[in-house]
């Protein structure tokens, strides 16, 4: 029976969050839908929930006031005299609950200690009865600044427009990034509030400022309006207007960027910035990532080409060219892939040639190197990245490397600071929950993954991961509810990984046998092995039989259509799980890590990985003795 049920409109998600995390925090047991367990029954289960809440909680909002179901859910509870409604936004409440007192909240952002909302939390507390039983704890306010620009409204007529609104707010991000010390928000998490829900930005987004504005755009003239906000306070630090040419753009962009670093006490240095025709521009805003689906990165690629043609001096389009073909090279055959390397190589080294601190084109440069056998290589990438000094979305790309080199809790403390300034972007919150697994601690890592199936349902990602982390948790009725076909949950590459989790679930040498079994028949067939199979086998039980094939499989590509397929594809990180330590526990696998070039990489840079402290034998010790094993070759 939980004490708190949520009721609110989807469009309320991030507000409705807020609410929940706060009455978490006071130490009540909440419900709203974000907690449902992927297949379970909405109806039933929703239904349970809210008849037997202590307290039903209403956000009235204008969109949940047109909504039947808040509606459905307010007039049950108030049958119920379970009912405690509170406004989030100004709005006009269904007739029949005007005479309900109501909590006046449409001014509360997230703090502990605003005064309307420690009393509408207190009488919620003795209305379930527990007053006075918990003391609320909320997360201590961030130490530094930290932005979030919102994307600018678009007030010209055309609504096409709002693409070069978007382009406005994401220069000013970059410049911000890269010219001012201070943190920002990533665009893919600030740009998902717009309209009514700009209001819960910097609550949702944990922002101590908030950067919004405005674009009017007609003909070769542009209005951008632009208003600097302190969070808890609700206080404009600078606001102001600029008419400009469009021509000027660039030069404004600059000017609010400085502006908002003075008000924040952040020195900020101003970067030379090609100025190129506004059409060209639109085309290259065009051609911001989203999804990095495959078609979606080959239609903004086509799109790259054309400004970069048009414009061979504009740095930014040449490092959003080479970090999306880059990108896209994880999908492409493996003999496509040297050619294609080429291509990335000499793009990012144009956008270097004028910028060298472009963030793009560092990131890159890191996606080609070979996910084994030059880890050398990818390190110096990564360091190049680091030594940027800008914020981008390739940083998230720094601890999955640290991962793949079997540092993990460096991985995790990496992927966090990322994931602090993009938690609502899809990649982020998905490599974040990686890293959460990776280091043992899959019960955080679970949220994650159930939050992007709401978010991202066209997302294959979470789907196997989810999957994954409910059978180490032994969880079959949620692992089966994944793979419910009503569902139509999308699994694409990952598909393989059944076999594994169907021999998990039953746990039978028979079964660990079976498995192995397909592993050497998949040998048989392409001439080769892939390592996230053998650390499965390893985990099921089959450590002997696994260090009989890797002494006999190359472990890499073969350049044929069975090679694996994907940004993870051959790389190293699932060696070092700590959920699945069988592979590591064998003195073997300090041989497998020479093979793949990790040894000499670990000898020669120091950087030991965390394993080194764990195995019950010497690693180091086993490692030096493998030096003289020859390293596995990689073509591709």
Known sequence: MPDIFVSYSRDDQAVARRYADAFAAAGLDVWWDATLRSGEAYD???????????????????????????RAEATLA???????????????????????????????????????????????????????????????????????VLPF???STDAEMQFFSDGVSEEIIQR?????????IGRTSSFQFRGAEKAAAASALRATHVLDGSVRRAGARVRIAAHLVEASSQTTLWSDRYDRGLDDVFAVQDEISEQIAAALD??????????????????????????????????????LEIVTARAPSFAEAWGRLAYQR???RNYQPFSERPQIAERVRAEADR????????????????????????????????????AAGVHGEGQMFIGWHARAIGRVRESAVETERMFELDALNANVVNITALARMASGDIEAAVPLWRDLLIRAPDMSYPVANLMRAYSFQGDWGAVDALLDPAAKRPLRQFEDGLSFINAKREGTAEAAAAYMARVESEFAQTGATEISRL??????????????????????????????????????????????????????????????????????????????????????????????????????
């Open 266 to 303: 952040s020195a900020f240095t101003s970067q030379a910035r090609t100025v190129i025709e506004p059409a060209l521009y639109d085309v290259f805003l065009r051609a911001s990532p989203k999804q990095m689906s495959p078609d979606e990165l080959r239609t903004n690629i086509g799109l």
């Open 326 to 328: 880059a990108y896209l």
């Open 351 to 386: 956008a270097l040639a004028l910028d060298p601190h472009n963030i793009d084109a560092l990131t890159g440069l890191f996606l080609i190197t070979p996910p084994y056998g030059a880890f050398d290589e990818a390190e110096a990438a990564i360091e190049r990245l680091r």
């Open 176 to 184: 911000l990034a890269r010219g001012a010390a201070m943190k920002v």
């Open 153 to 155: 409204d678009n007030l």
């Open 78 to 148: 108030d049958r119920n005299k379970t009912l405690i409604p509170a406004m989030i936004e100004p709005c006009e409440r269904p007739i029949m609950f005007e005479l309900t007192q109501t909590a006046d909240l449409i001014h509360w952002r997230g703090g502990g200690d605003d005064a309307a909302w420690r009393a509408f939390l207190d009488d919620v507390l003795r209305f379930v009865g527990r007053e006075g039983a918990v003391e609320p704890v909320f997360p201590p306010p961030p130490a530094d600044p930290i932005l979030a």
């Open 44 to 70: 039933e289960v929703t239904e349970n929930a809210l008849r037997t809440a202590k307290a039903v909680v209403v956000l009235w909002s204008k969109k949940s006031v047109t909504s039947r179901w808040v």
């Open 535 to 636: 650390v499965y086998a390893a985990h099921l039980g089959r450590v002997d039989d696994v260090y009989d094939l890797i002494a006999r499989a190359p472990l890499g590509p073969r350049g044929a259509a069975t090679d694996a397929i994907g940004p993870d594809g051959y790389r190293t990180g699932l060696l070092f799980w700590r959920c699945m330590p069988e592979i590591r526990n064998d003195p073997r696998f300090a041989r497998l890590c020479a093979r793949l070039g990790l040894v000499d990489f670990w000898t020669a840079s120091g950087k030991w990985p965390d394993c080194a402290e764990e195995t019950p034998y010497d690693f180091r010790a086993a490692c030096l003795a493998a030096q003289d094993t020859p390293r596995e070759p990689y073509a591709f």
